[in-house]
């Protein structure tokens, strides 16, 4: 027994962790109290990252001067790498001056962003739930070395199909699209919300809910 649950431990301290989401940021992937598990081994290894892919990062320096727990664990999509240029304008992720295809939002992005260039050594990072995500948007980009590891898989709750659920927590890199159609904006935008626009991040983290 006491070599089975050393071996759990191990497990979860370097291979794989289960992790269970606590906030609507991750909306409509993943849904408040689901599951996922979190691969840890191409982190340790240094391999790269991937667009697209959702990782789960400790909180970058911005949040955590301003009193944000240092022990929360965060989780996000990957929309940007080093070198990458990134905008966002009209509702559309602009990637090194692509449109990208972008199916994860539910909602069309209702704020500018960029566009700016992503620094060495980090990432940019956005929930899926843009409107509503305290993300790189907001506070600045995410040290590469933040990042504990690669949400893989969706396994609770079991009554949602499991191979979707891997489709859309797997991360892959998107098509990018030649011509994008003009995205339906909200119309409900909420009371004292504010234009984002900006080719550097705000000093001061804007509240979004």
């Known amino acids: 027994m006491l070599i089975a649950l050393c071996i759990a431990l191990l497990l979860r301290w370097g291979v794989v962790e289960p992790r269970w989401i606590p906030s609507g940021s991750m909306l409509p992937t993943l849904q408040l109290q689901d599951r996922v598990l979190v691969e840890k081994v191409r982190q340790r290894l240094g391999l790269a990252l ?12 911005a949040l955590v001067a ?12 990957v929309i940007g790498l080093p070198g990458d240029l990134v905008e966002i304008r009209g509702g559309v992720l602009i990637r090194n001056g692509q449109p990208m295809a972008d199916p994860w939002p539910a909602r069309a992005m209702d704020y500018r962003f960029g566009p700016v260039r992503v620094p060495a050594r980090q990432a940019l990072v956005l929930g899926d739930n843009r409107n509503e995500s305290l993300d790189s948007h907001l506070w600045g980009p995410l040290p590469l070395r933040n990042i504990q590891g690669r949400a893989v898989f969706r396994y609770w709750p079991p009554a ?21 159609t003009k995205r339906e904006r ?6 004292g919300s504010v234009d984002r626009s900006a080719t550097t991040w705000p000093n001061q983290i804007c509240p979004v809910g």
């Open 50 to 61: 991937r667009h697209d892919e959702i990782v789960v990062f400790r909180p970058p320096a």
């Open 186 to 191: 909200s119309s409900g935008k909420a009371a």
């Open 160 to 180: 949602r199909p499991l191979e979707r659920a891997a489709e859309m927590v797997v991360g892959g890199a998107g098509p990018t699209r030649a011509a994008l």
């Open 66 to 77: 301003r009193g944000y727990d240092p022990d929360k664990a965060l989780i996000k999509r």
